[in-house]
């Protein structure tokens, strides 16, 4: 099999020796989970629930106020009664209202989150009922992955109902399944595509049935070739409405990112400021089709979340099951031991796209692909020096962007000027920063800058909607008659 790949980006030390080839292990089910009512990019959620309401695992506890194409509901992932709405930190590291949810009986006894291989009885839920998405209409197919609360697994958390919902003016012609999984410790995907095969390629069969599309790639990076076999044989037993095929991608980073992906399996170029979709293409996560196959198939929410825990600070590094809500320091440590005095930096994601947060107790989200607790020898922390015109960002850039430029403009605090040396079009890799040799944070800074564009965007459309509002309505007089 041909392996292909992109230009530049880095040969990274995977690290992922300690948790790769094995199988995910279900955490003990926890007392309590801490739910974030918003998990995904677009509108914001609210509560539907209160204080001392009890309620069943696969509930909907949160939605928008208006549920719209940008919204995506939140569910209960244990059984048990709401004990506080509260405001708690979230692994993007902001504030954020969440919902307390504390076991009602003594563990073990209302009901068994799942096995290794998710196929446990669970007496105490409230699932959706089963749709056959073979023979319901596309709506009602989009509406089922909207309930079920599916999002982006892979990070970005993107409404799943609307990625697979493309405008008309847009031709789709190929599904590419995003099972590169290039961040190093992470191995959570591959788990997912040997544990649960069959559920991948029937999610993925669905989405081409619901796009309309009749080719699919499997895309992976050439250290999970041992898994191609295991791939092609579900592949030959599905059902599938179209051709699905494997692509093997060399192990460089960012491999998995959307734009690589394309380059790398179809040969196309994502057009600046624009979205796979813009290549004929759609690109998801493995997780999230796994999600999608559930959805339809047993009527489950989207309310456990595979995700690997690695690092020199974890003791016992595994691939783990766990209810969206769930603490790391709410598990016995006999399954998942941390040495809290090596422990320097926790890190929500990879070490290159990850986000660090100020402390272990950070809720589980649907986006979290990995916890990676790092001792002093894993993390750098060199202070930033000049920027000595080396050019290695260029040169290393996956998009081609000019990095040092971006970061120039943004000092001179030229936001028009960042944006035409590609700020839109940065995926925020990381690989500028990895390997300037001044330690600048540019990853950091660029998303600096388009934060301050969107405020700047905001503030322009709200002088907008202010001056509307303050334009005079003309006053309509009556004409008095002349007295001459």
């Known amino acids: 099999m041909a392996v292909s790949t992109f230009k530049r980006g880095l040969r990274l030390n995977t690290r992922k020796h300690a948790t790769e080839g094995k199988p995910v292990e279900m955490v003990p089910e926890p007392r309590q989970v801490v739910i974030p009512v918003h998990q995904h990019f677009g509108a914001p959620n609210q ?8 309620v069943k695992r ?13 919204t995506v509901p939140v569910h209960a992932s244990i059984s048990g009664i709401v004990k506080k709405i509260e405001v708690r930190t979230q692994s993007n590291n902001t504030d954020g209202v969440c919902i307390i949810i504390e076991k009602e009986y003594p563990l073990g006894e209302d009901t068994a989150v799942g096995s290794a291989a998710g196929n446990a009885v669970l007496t105490d839920t409230d699932f959706l009922p089963p749709l056959d998405p073979f023979i319901c209409t596309k709506e009602d197919a989009l509406t089922r992955i909207r309930e079920a609360g599916i999002t982006g697994m892979g990070g970005a958390a993107f409404p799943a109902h609307v990625k697979f919902n493309p405008p008309p003016n847009k031709k789709i012609d190929t599904i590419i399944a995003d099972g590169a999984e290039c961040e190093p410790y992470l191995t959570t995907d591959e788990a997912v595509m040997m544990e649960k095969p069959a559920a991948l390629i029937k ?12 080719k699919a790639i499997i895309g992976m990076e050439d250290n999970k070739a041992a898994l191609i076999p295991m791939l092609e ?5 599905a059902a599938c409405p179209g051709v699905i095929e494997i692509g093997l991608c060399k192990t460089l ?61 974890c003791k016992f590094p595994k691939n783990i099951r766990a209810p969206i809500g769930t603490l790391l320091t709410d598990l016995p440590p006999d399954f998942m031991d941390i040495d809290y005095p090596r422990l320097r930096k926790v890190l929500f994601g990879g070490p290159m796209m990850g986000q660090a947060v100020p402390a272990v107790a950070i809720p589980i ?8 607790l790092m001792t002093e020898e894993e993390t750098l922390q060199d202070m930033e020096g000049v920027c000595i015109r080396c050019g290695r960002c260029i040169r290393n850039c996956p998009c081609r962007l000019v990095p040092v430029i971006m970061n120039m403009n943004l000092e ?23 390997m300037c040799p001044a330690r600048i944070k540019l990853v950091q800074r660029f998303r600096v800058g388009k934060q301050r564009l969107r ?30």
């Not at 509560?47 to 009890?54: P, Q, T």
């Not at 044989?233 to 037993?237: A, S, W």
């Not at 965007?457 to 003309?474: G, I, L, N, Y």
């Open 365 to 372: 989200q649907k986006n979290t692909s990995g916890i990676i």
């Open 253 to 313: 980073y960012p491999q998995g990112g959307e734009k690589m992906l394309i380059k790398a399996l179809t040969g196309r170029e994502v057009p600046s400021g624009g979205l796979p979709m813009d290549a004929g293409c759609i690109v998801s996560n493995v997780g999230t089709l796994v999600a999608i196959a559930e959805a339809f198939t047993l009527g489950k929410p989207l309310i456990d979340r595979d995700l690997t825990v690695s690092g020199g600070a």
């Open 203 to 214: 999610g993925i069969a669905i989405v081409m049935k619901i796009t309309g599309v009749i």
């Open 233 to 237: 044989e579900e592949i030959k037993k």
């Open 58 to 70: 696969g509930q909907k506890i949160a939605d928008a106020v208006t549920p719209g194409p940008m």
């Open 47 to 54: 509560a539907l629930v209160k204080v001392g309401d009890k």
């Open 412 to 434: 001179a605090d030229d936001l028009d000027g960042a944006i035409k040396a590609g700020l839109m079009d940065c995926i925020e890799c990381g690989s500028c920063t990895y």
């Open 455 to 484: 405020m700047r965007q905001q503030a322009a459309e709200a002088r907008k909607q202010a001056a509307a509002k303050a334009v005079p309505h003309p006053v309509h007089t009556e004409s008095v008659p002349s007295k001459n």
